[in-house]
């Protein structure tokens, strides 16, 4: 402000005294003022050209195209709001196109139903059904393939009341996906169990199906 003429400060604060956001950057340079005589004059890079602070030329400079042309600054600032609003819309569509990706269901139990495939089974569908010659456990499992994730549909019966089991998608490499988990109620232990469950694995890299309880005891194993 020192540099500056007395008609040029009395129009800085005519427009300071209307313009709470440059009063607050006012506010910011004098703090950096304050900063900048404590640095050593051996650190400070040389000063603008001749002709004056650049800084506040361009800061008036700006002041009289504003005081001048406030129409044009007002249509500036729709078009630049209409810009964000647009961005804005635009990546709305692309969130919600993401949103829209099919989630993995979760797995629900039903009691005494057969397995089924779905109504109108994609290609590439499998269905396999076995009996484990040492639990007696019997799985029939029809597994669809989807984009990075696989859905099934498991009958299963031959399983104790009170047994927490889960339905675990097996990988070629061994490693295995949980695809839901139930807690085996007297009826389901007499009519047997139908899961609508699935498992976020390659459909390329599903080797068999099996049933464990939580102590990781195996009832049951299918390939696929």
Request: charged content about 20%.
């Amino acid at each position: 402000m020192e540099t500056l003429t007395d008609e040029q400060k009395r129009e800085v604060e005519e427009h300071l005294a209307g313009c709470d956001e440059c009063r607050a950057e006012v506010d910011s340079l004098r703090e950096w003022t304050v900063a900048l005589e404590a640095v050593p004059e051996a650190m400070m890079l040389d000063g603008p050209p001749d002709g004056g602070d650049l800084l506040l030329q361009r800061t008036l400079r700006q002041i009289r195209t504003e005081s001048t042309g406030r129409r044009h600054r007002r249509t500036a600032m729709v078009s630049s709001a209409a810009v964000v609003v647009a961005a804005a819309v635009i990546g709305g569509g692309v969130f919600a196109g993401r949103a829209t990706a099919p989630e993995p269901p979760q797995a629900q139990p039903t009691i005494g139903a057969p397995v089924q495939s779905e109504p109108t089974a994609a290609l590439g569908t499998k269905v396999a059904t076995t009996v484990d010659a040492t639990t007696g456990t019997r799985i029939s499992v029809s597994m669809t393939p989807k984009q990075g994730w696989v859905q099934l549909y498991a009958a299963i019966n031959g399983i104790p009341a009170g047994e927490k089991c889960r339905i675990e998608v097996v990988g070629k490499d061994g490693a295995t996906v949980l695809a839901g988990s139930w807690l085996v109620s007297a009826q389901g232990a007499t009519a047997g169990t139908t899961l609508n469950g699935s498992a976020l694995i390659d459909p390329a890299d599903v080797k068999a199906v099996r049933v464990v309880n939580e102590a990781g005891k195996q009832f049951t194993s299918v390939n696929l």
